[in-house]
């Protein structure tokens, strides 16, 4: 499975983005997906997860009520949208996918920086 992401971008505090992240391949519905970040200077952080049907959700506290993950299977891609945005959610983002109990790949990030 091969992971792009794109949609990041520079965007002022308060503003919204929507990233999206397609896979190749022919299993992306066997597959749980999420979104991680890295902000400058800073350890990998979980942002969000989505299963393999879409049915359940799941969300850092920081982007709670923020950032919605959905997934489309028929089109092979997750999305992040995100809302309200604040300089401390400037980072590199990347999607990820998760078959058992460990990531089984990552994406090439997407770089999202939110001015103050």
């Known amino acids: 499975v091969q992971l792009q992401a794109c949609g990041g971008g520079l965007v002022q505090t308060g503003g919204s983005l929507r990233l999206s992240c397609a896979a190749s391949?022919?299993?992306?519905?066997?597959?749980?997906m999420g979104w991680f970040r890295q902000a400058p200077g800073k350890g990998g952080e979980f942002v969000a997860a989505?299963?393999?049907?879409?049915?359940?959700?799941y969300y850092a506290d920081s982007v709670k009520g923020r950032f919605t993950i959905s997934r489309d299977n028929a089109k092979n891609t997750v999305y992040l949208q995100m809302n309200s945005l604040k300089p401390e959610d400037t980072a590199l983002y990347y999607c990820v996918a998760r078959r058992g109990n460990q990531i089984d790949y990552w994406g090439q990030g997407t770089e999202v920086t939110v001015s103050s």
């Open positions: 989505v299963s393999r049907s879409g049915s359940s959700t």
């Open positions: 391949g022919r299993t992306f519905s066997s597959y749980a």
